[in-house]
Each structure stands twice: as structure tokens, then as C-alpha cells.
């Protein structure tokens, strides 16, 4: 049951992402230097999107939020985001954050997402902590 909730949830944002972008709502994919870049600015929510177990297994220094865009409670979680505020989301390897930008954004926040994702990011030798 868990298993259908969570494909549903993630049918629901590539639709969510796929239909932003077909009425031209943007967000920024941003490589490794432009996101580090980015994020060091005040006016910045840090978003990893990825399950709670990846984000204690290690994340990018500073994070902000663990938003589970697999967690059944996540369409209801991202509204308690800031709008005044610009997000930088990031996942695993870029493809959940794409989801994710694409449906922030078709909600009226301003979002870039790192596009090689956290393992780009550590590859790359990014600040990460646990």
C-alpha cells in the first residue's frame, strides 16, 4: 500500500512539473558552482527534497529544510515555505528536484535546483555534514 501511495505522490509531481512547464513557468537548473554560489546568499531557503534516511546518511552544509517529496504528507509540507523567499532545492542525482522545482514553481516561488544533485555535489567536493 505504502509503495502505491508513494508512486502516486510521484505521478502526481511529474505531472505537476510537466504542466508548469507546458504554461511556461520556469525555474534555474544550476551546476555545482552556481548553486554553492547561490545558496551562500542570506535570502535563500535550502531545500533537500530526498527521504529523511538519505538526509542523515549526509547533506549540503547550511540545509534548511528535509522536504520528502516520496512522504505522503509532502503537497501539504511545501506550503509552509516562504514565498518572500528564493528556494534552492536539491536530491540524490537532480531528478526528484526537477519535480520538485517544476511544482514550486508552478506555485509562485522562486526555485533553483542543483542538477547533478548531492552526488554531484560531493563529487564536485561541496561542503556536506550529517
Not at 508512486?7 to 505531472?15: D, R, S
Not at 538526509?55 to 552544509?61: E, K, N, S, V
Request: hydrophobic share 40%.
Amino acid at each position: 500500500m505504502k509503495s502505491k501511495i508513494l508512486i502516486l505522490i510521484l505521478a502526481l509531481c511529474v505531472v505537476a512539473g510537466a504542466s508548469a512547464k507546458s504554461r511556461g513557468v520556469k525555474f534555474r537548473s544550476l551546476d555545482v558552482k552556481e548553486f554553492a554560489r547561490y545558496i551562500e546568499r542570506g535570502d535563500v531557503v535550502l531545500v533537500d527534497v530526498r527521504t529523511s534516511e538519505e538526509f542523515d546518511a549526509g547533506h549540503i552544509t547550511g540545509v534548511d529544510r528535509n522536504l520528502d517529496v516520496r512522504s505522503a504528507t509532502f503537497f501539504k509540507d511545501y506550503q509552509s515555505l516562504p514565498k518572500d523567499k528564493r528556494i534552492a532545492v536539491y536530491c540524490k542525482g537532480g531528478g526528484r528536484s526537477k519535480q520538485v522545482a517544476g511544482v514550486l514553481a508552478g506555485n509562485g516561488y522562486k526555485v533553483v535546483e542543483l542538477s547533478v544533485g548531492y552526488d554531484g555535489w560531493v563529487k564536485a567536493g561541496g561542503a556536506t555534514e550529517k
